[in-house]
């Protein structure tokens, strides 16, 4: 019954900003990493960012400089602030969270419903 709910995709020129949100609920004990992936059209999804429990980042060669993970643990909120954007940033974005459910042993992989970023040029 776990849900995460994305919020804050849109169309933007190229170089503006967008911020991302995704909010984890349900029977939730725990909740490790968190992170963004996105998929254009007829291209495989891919990793944007991730961001371990205790706040440490990655993210794709792609966007390093111009991406920013971060989260909330209190709210299990993980946001995307994504600035100076390209029309190739152009995808749906998914938002992910490795956590473990009260009551279970391992530690599973969650997604949201994926939320359309476009960038015109």
């Known amino acids: 019954q776990v849900q995460l709910v994305e919020s804050g995709g849109g169309l933007v020129q190229a170089g503006g900003s967008l911020r991302l949100s995704c909010a984890a609920s349900g029977r939730i004990f725990n909740i490790n990493h968190m992170g963004w992936y996105h998929q254009a059209p007829g291209k495989q999804r891919e990793l944007v960012a991730v961001i371990s429990s205790g706040g440490s980042t990655n993210y794709a060669d792609s966007v390093k400089g111009r991406f920013t993970i971060s989260r909330d643990n209190a709210k299990n909120t993980v946001y995307l602030q994504m600035n100076s954007l390209k029309p190739e940033d152009t995808a749906v974005y998914y938002c992910?969270?490795?956590?473990?459910?009260?009551?279970?042993?391992?530690?599973?992989?969650?997604w949201g419903q994926g939320t359309q970023v476009t960038v015109s040029s």
């Open positions: 992910n969270a490795n956590l473990i459910a009260p009551g279970e042993r391992v530690w599973r992989d969650y």
